[in-house]
Antibody, heavy 122, light 113 residues
Framework: QVQLQESGPGLAKPSETLSLSCTVS?????????WGWLRQPPGKGPEWIGSMHHNGNSYYNPSLKSRVTISLDTSKNQISLKLSSVTAADTAIYYC???????????????WGKGTTVTVSS | DIVMTQSPDSLAVSLGERATINCKSSQSVLYSSNNKNYLAWYQQKPGQPPKLLIY???TRESGVPDRFSGSGSGTDFTLTISSLQAEDVAVYYC?????????FGPGTKVDIK
């Protein structure tokens, strides 16, 4: 059974770079699938941040693209997210998730981590 | 971006009764070459991540009870819970994957009357 677990600091200061990790268990990320990050501000719907495949293909939400880097570490079976120049508007629960299709992009997510709460405040 | 809207914002339904949630996209999410609607539905319970219920507008994810059904095409979609159970209390989101950025609706909260 595939499980995803996000980790990272719960608090970030404005203008800093936020770094989060997602550890995947029960499946090797180098075997396939796109892996993505999404976030959910309090009381709102999820927002897709971006997705990446182990072959290097990646795609991002244009609204965040200039500040986002997603990377895969196959040796650790982890997916990482870096978000630069954070502001209070980046306060949210951050989720990693798996794209539902193994043969390519589906762009809907069938496995989600439990999420990690990030607050941006000085 | 394709904007997703949902109605109502919330609804309360008696146990065993039908619940109907509507989702509308700002442009069609029907891909003509394969006649598929690029629309998914998720259920989110408090303190939990979203759970995939339905994709391609009407295909139930494995393990999802058959009281959940999706319908619609083009820009207008519906999620129906045919007989509401206590465990169905949650917020429901639609998501389009016709184009990037992938976008979600604001959610509909379902409660017991």
């Amino acid at each position: 059974q595939v499980q995803l677990q996000e980790s990272g600091p719960g608090l970030a200061k404005p203008s800093e770079t936020l770094s989060l990790s997602c550890t995947v268990s029960g499946y090797s990320i180098s075997s396939g699938y796109y892996w993505g990050w999404l976030r959910q501000p309090p009381g709102k719907g999820p927002e897709w941040i971006g997705s990446m495949h182990h072959n290097g293909n990646s795609y991002y939400n244009p609204s965040l693209k200039s500040r986002v880097t997603i990377s895969l570490d196959t040796s650790k079976n982890q997916i990482s997210l870096k978000l630069s120049s954070v502001t209070a508007a980046d306060t949210a629960i951050y989720y990693c998730a798996r794209d539902a299709c193994t043969g390519g992009r589906c762009d809907y997510m069938d496995v989600w981590g439990k999420g990690t709460t990030v607050t941006v405040s000085s | 971006d394709i904007v997703m809207t949902q109605s109502p914002d919330s609804l309360a339904v008696s146990l065993g009764e039908r619940a109907t949630i509507n989702c509308k996209s700002s442009q069609s999410v029907l891909y003509s070459s394969n006649n598929k609607n690029y629309l998914a539905w998720y259920q989110q319970k408090p303190g939990q991540p979203p759970k995939l219920l339905i994709y391609w507008a009407s295909t139930r994810e494995s393990g999802v009870p058959d009281r959940f059904s999706g319908s619609g095409s083009g820009t207008d979609f519906t999620l129906t819970i045919s007989s509401l159970q206590a465990e169905d209390v949650a917020v429901y989101y639609c998501q389009q994957y016709y184009d990037t950025p992938l976008t979600f609706g604001p959610g509909t909260k379902v409660d017991i009357k």
